[in-house]
């Protein structure tokens, strides 16, 4: 899926991050924990700060854009987790995308953009609900915890 890539937001763009997180379809996975989340641009600055500027090797954030759509349709990140002392990855498809090969195309280029970043391993803690677990154990994520709210899946990379 060669129209697929990893973009780097502009602060201009940040009102995709504000559709993603604002649309119900999108954030149905969250509804144990309310759904959707507001994000005004009065949060923009300090956000971009952390994701974009200020990262430090522990942190990545992307949009999927689609090349072809000239569409984002995306977002995909890992952030170094102290807790657990590894990384944490993510990946969020917009409803209308989904089902269409898009998020296995975005865990494989989040996995390779973290492998060249030295990046050894990654986790996810998934809703107990939510089908992606199977995208993640499909492409290679191992399950090593679960419980009533999430399931944790891990990769070596």
């Keep these: ?3 697929i890539v990893l973009k780097s937001p502009t602060f201009e763009e940040l009102w995709f ?3 993603l997180l604002s649309d119900p379809e999108t954030m149905s996975y969250n509804h144990a924990y309310g759904g959707t989340i507001n994000f005004p641009k009065e949060q923009w600055e300090e956000w971009y700060a ?3 500027e200020n990262v430090q090797g522990k942190r ?3 949009y999927l854009y689609n090349k072809k759509l000239e569409e984002y349709i ?3 990140y890992y952030r170094y ?3 657990t002392d590894t ?3 993510g990946i969020l498809i917009l409803d209308k995308w989904r089902n269409r090969g898009y998020g296995t195309e975005g865990i494989k280029l989040l996995c390779r953009s973290a492998k060249e970043n030295g990046i050894k391993e990654f986790y996810d803690n998934i809703a107990i609900d939510n089908p992606s677990v199977n995208l993640f154990k499909k492409l290679g ?3 090593k915890f679960r419980n009533e709210e999430y399931v944790r899946v891990y990769k070596k990379l």
């Design 141 to 143: 994520f191992i399950e």
């Design 17 to 19: 991050i504000e559709k």
């Design 81 to 83: 987790d102290e807790e």
């Design 50 to 52: 952390y994701w974009m």
């Design 60 to 62: 990545f954030y992307r």
């Design 1 to 3: 899926m060669e129209e």
């Design 74 to 76: 995306g977002e995909v």
């Design 87 to 89: 990384y944490c990855c």
